[in-house]
């Protein structure tokens, strides 16, 4: 993972992160968001991911989808080479005032057809390109009893 500073300005921080092949995208973000202190920001981005033995293409790529009924999250591994159309994503606070990473992702098989959920883990292959634009405010999430998920609530307060 390489990471350069592009803007600094106005309590606002814009970076790019550049990911290589073999990085697992969310450790190496967590890291990254560690490491430069950010608590609250957008992430975009766009590439690639798989995992690759010799010609045979395995992706470790694990969407998630949420059952609202059950209140938990169902795994959908994808175990082929993807282009990544779409990632978005936002850092926020999370009930314990902890930052908390929550990525969405569309991706594209070979044959064209889309698949699209919560990125929980994914290997890159050969380069993800992401963009993180810092906000100088941090929302909160707080616990929701109905979906039992942490929730950005604007109006909360965040711990100083």
Request: proline residues 4%; negative net charge; charged residues 25%.
């Amino acid at each position: 993972m390489q990471s350069k500073i592009l803007d600094s300005s106005d309590g606002r921080r814009t970076y790019a992160v550049v990911l290589e092949t073999g990085d697992e995208v969310m450790s190496c973000l967590g890291r990254f968001l560690t490491n430069e202190k950010i608590s609250a920001a957008q992430i975009t981005a766009i590439g690639a991911l798989s995992d690759v033995v010799l010609t045979h293409f395995d992706i470790d790529v694990v969407l998630t989808h949420f059952d609202i009924d059950e209140k938990r999250y169902i795994e959908i591994p994808v175990r082929e080479q993807v282009e990544v159309a779409s990632m978005i994503g936002d850092v926020a606070l999370d009930p314990d005032g902890k930052p908390a990473l929550h990525i969405h992702l569309v991706v594209g098989k070979r044959n064209g057809t889309a698949l699209a959920g919560h990125l929980g883990q994914g290997h890159v292959r050969p380069t993800l390109e992401v963009t993180v634009n810092e906000s100088p405010a941090h929302l909160q999430k707080v616990h929701d009893p109905e979906t039992g998920l942490a929730l950005i609530r604007p109006t909360e307060r965040v711990r100083s």
